[in-house]
């Protein structure tokens, strides 16, 4: 079956980066892409990024360009999601999904970064 | 960029019928999929392509989608089925391939 399984918890100081990562089993990976998604406490779902399973290219929210990068292995089915220049609102469960075109039809069990002093 | 707007709150007594829509320019032109989360889990891929069920999802659960206004429809309604539910689209025309509506919870009485 499907999986995402994503790294563990993060405790970050502000200026840190922090990379994620998100291993895919049970499809060929680089027959989708993945996108990542965020959500600050009590609020709702953000997308972050989109990064092609099969060449690698990306495509990234326009407020964090500059601050993010997403890479893939496909060796190993992993995605990876690096954000840089940490600050408090950056604090968030961070998701990857499945999903090339339409929908994000399985999803990452979520990690949580906390930015914090 | 394009924006999709939901309620933030529906209420809904046991057995009855809950109706949630995201209202979005023109949406009846793009394909809507909506999430259902509970606290604490992931999103979970509860209705795809305006209307298709993934396997795994109750009867109850349907969409629809014409002019400005998409439809989540959930018949039957139980308490488990108390969430945040999210609609979004794919739309390549702008800085956002996925855009997500703000998320509605829905409350069962």
């Known amino acids: 079956q499907v999986q995402l399984v994503q790294s563990g918890v993060e405790v970050k100081k502000p200026g840190a980066s922090v990379k994620v990562s998100c291993k895919a089993s049970?499809?060929?990976?680089?027959?989708?892409?993945i996108s990542w998604v965020r959500q600050a406490p009590g609020q709702g779902l953000e997308w972050m990024g989109w990064i092609s399973g099969y060449n690698g290219n990306t495509y990234y929210a326009q407020k964090l360009q500059g601050r993010v990068t997403m890479t893939t292995d496909t060796s190993t089915s992993t995605a990876y999601m690096e954000l840089r220049s940490l600050r408090s609102d950056d604090t968030a469960v961070y998701y990857c999904?499945?999903?090339?075109?339409?929908?994000?039809?399985?999803w990452g069990q979520g990690t949580l970064v906390t930015v914090s002093s | 960029s394009y924006v999709l707007t939901q309620p933030p709150s529906v209420s809904v007594a046991p057995g009855k019928t809950a109706r949630i829509t995201c209202g979005g320019n023109?949406?009846?032109?793009?394909?809507v999929h909506w999430y259902q989360q509970k606290p604490g889990q992931a999103p979970v891929l509860v209705i795809y392509y305006d209307s298709d069920r993934p396997s795994g999802i109750p009867e109850r659960f349907s969409g629809s989608n014409s002019g400005n206004t998409a439809t989540l429809t959930i018949s039957r309604v139980e308490a488990g089925d108390e969430a945040d539910y999210y609609c979004?689209?794919?739309?390549?025309?702008?800085?956002?391939?996925?855009?997500f509506g703000g998320g509605t919870k829905l409350t069962v009485l």
């Open positions: 023109n949406i009846g032109g793009k394909s």
């Open positions: 049970g499809y060929t990976f680089i027959n989708y892409g």
């Open positions: 999904a499945r999903g090339s075109s339409g929908e994000l039809d399985y």
């Open positions: 979004q689209v794919w739309d390549n025309s702008n800085d956002h391939l996925v855009v």
